[in-house]
């Protein structure tokens, strides 16, 4: 069974910390995603990569930034954190290729004070 | 601009079947129809995918409109844990477009 797992399921943050979020699959998944989810918006995508050290631009990228240093891991930062930037952080993973579904962790909750 | 349009919520007896429709009329000849389910306090997993023909699987089956610009999630029994948000997703590439779902509610 595949895992995507993120690293926190709760986190509080303060208005400028620059805060990482982390996720990680166990199943040599080429293409990682990050995704936030807000009440009346649905998922939005901020960034995702297709291979170890590429990226590319969601909708929504302004205001962060993605690391992918090793294949099983893809990071999300947040350099400056802001109160608008509360929401519901979603990791997803997927095989290149028509068939693959994605594949979702279970969701980080970040809240900026 | 919206890639797909879902009721808000709908309702369904429990073992009685369920029709989820989706409004995707602008969908390109290349993209695919995927439908995904969020249970509460968990991420969306996938239910169902297919191109331009009917699908059918373990979970539910897939109806394509011959043009393609709607499909229908069918639960054939509805069981408290289908209980969940549904989202109908297109698939361009390696972008999968969410809309924001249908929250269904099975009442037993």
């Known amino acids: 069974d595949v895992k995507v797992t993120q690293s926190s399921r709760y986190l509080v943050k303060r208005t400028g910390e620059k805060v990482f979020l982390e996720c990680v699959q166990d199943?040599?998944?080429?293409?990682m995603f990050w995704y936030r989810q807000d009440p009346g918006l649905g998922l939005r995508l901020i960034y995702f990569?297709?291979?170890?050290?590429?990226?590319e631009k969601g909708d929504i990228p302004e205001g962060y930034s993605v690391s992918r240093e090793k294949k099983e891991r893809f990071s999300l930062i947040l350099e400056s954190a802001s109160t608008n930037q509360t929401s519901m952080y979603l990791c997803?993973?997927?095989?290149?290729?028509?068939?693959?579904?994605?594949?979702f962790g279970n969701g980080t909750r970040l809240t900026v004070t | 601009d919206a890639k797909t349009t879902q009721p808000n919520s709908m309702e369904s007896n429990e073992e009685e079947p369920v029709h989820l429709p989706c409004n995707h009329s602008?969908?390109?000849?290349?993209?695919?129809i995927h439908w995904y389910r969020q249970l509460p306090s968990q991420g969306p997993e996938y239910v169902i995918h297919?191109?331009?023909s009917n699908v059918n699987n373990r979970m539910a089956s897939l109806a394509i409109a011959e043009d393609r610009k709607s499909s229908t999630l069918i639960l054939h029994r509805a069981t408290l844990r289908d209980a969940a948000v549904y989202y109908c997703?297109?698939?361009?590439?390696?972008?999968?477009?969410f809309g924001t779902g249908t929250s269904l509610t099975v009442i037993p």
């Open positions: 997703i297109l698939r361009g590439g390696n972008q999968f477009y």
């Open positions: 602008t969908i390109s000849g290349t993209d695919y």
């Open positions: 297919g191109l331009t």
């Open positions: 199943m040599d998944h080429e293409n």
């Open positions: 990569s297709y291979d170890v050290k590429m990226k």
């Open positions: 997803a993973s997927r095989y290149t290729g028509a068939l693959s579904p994605l594949h």
